[in-house]
């Protein structure tokens, strides 16, 4: 499928002063990995239905509240669906989950799916997909010097609070696509050195309404309990009709140390 327009959006938090970013949230004792693939041809009904939410704290996360100081805390919520009938669909889908502590070229959560679907002559066949990622990342005052393992990164004692969330994703409906969709995140990691990700990608063809969107709010501290930013960020493209191309990418990096 050629690609006539791609729109890249990059959001990503600098560290100026005392504002930090996010930090990375450590690894449990134990840890889990998941994965699940699926393929599908069929002529005639198909819906897929997918859910994670994973809360993950470095403290007690059946707190109601934060604690004052060292406790970092995040949320990775992913839902995903399809629903289509009177038609001839082709579904591929692999979704990986790891829980362990990651570098900075590694991923927590990765899903990748490839939809073509076209609905039979005057049986009125209609399909709808959506997709969505979200991360949340609260932080309070936390120490900063023992966090990395860049000796020149260490420039400050402390990490200031923090609040940032952000959404992506992509919806469709219609009579005929052909469309990949690939989503990724990691909030997990040893130590502050690794930044968050979070990315975002879809491109179709077809016959129907498309859009895709993100959405931040991203809230950084100054020194242990002033706010120094306060980033509000919203973005849809939508197309209907017969879509030649339709093709969005969005990534979102957050870290003392980027790159």
């Given amino acids: 499928m050629r690609k006539f327009t791609i729109a890249v959006i990059t959001l990503a938090v600098l560290a100026v002063g005392l504002a930090i970013a996010d930090d990375p ?44 100081t060292m406790e970092r805390q995040y949320t990775m919520s992913y839902i995903q ?25 590694q991923n927590n959560f990765k899903s990748t799916k490839q939809f073509d679907y076209m609905s039979f002559d005057e049986a009125f066949g209609q399909v709808a997909t959506s997709e969505s990622l979200l991360l949340d990342g609260v932080g309070s005052v936390d120490t900063a010097p023992d966090k990395f393992l860049c000796p020149f990164a260490a420039s400050v004692n402390k990490f200031p609070p923090y609040c940032n969330i952000i959404e992506m994703g992509s919806t469709f409906s219609g009579v005929a696509v052909s469309m990949t969709n690939v989503a990724s995140e990691r909030h997990v990691a040893n130590s502050a050195d690794v930044p968050v990700v979070m990315d975002y990608s879809v491109g179709l063809s077809g016959q129907g309404a498309a859009s895709a969107w993100i959405r931040a709010h991203l809230q950084e501290g100054r020194g242990t309990e002033d706010k120094g930013m306060d980033l509000v960020y919203s973005e849809k493209v939508t197309a209907s009709g017969v879509i030649a191309s339709f093709s969005k990418a969005m990534s979102y990096q957050s870290g003392a140390r980027r790159f």
């Fill in 81 to 105: 669906s399809i629903s289509g009938n009177n038609g001839y669909a082709e579904y591929n889908g692999v979704n990986t989950l790891d829980t362990a502590n990651k570098v900075a070229n």
């Fill in 25 to 68: 949230v450590n690894q449990t004792y134990e840890t889990q990995g998941l994965s699940a693939s699926t393929a599908v041809i069929v002529q005639g009904a198909v819906t897929n239905a997918e859910s994670i939410v994973w809360i993950q704290s470095n403290r007690d996360m059946t707190e109601s509240s934060l604690d004052v």
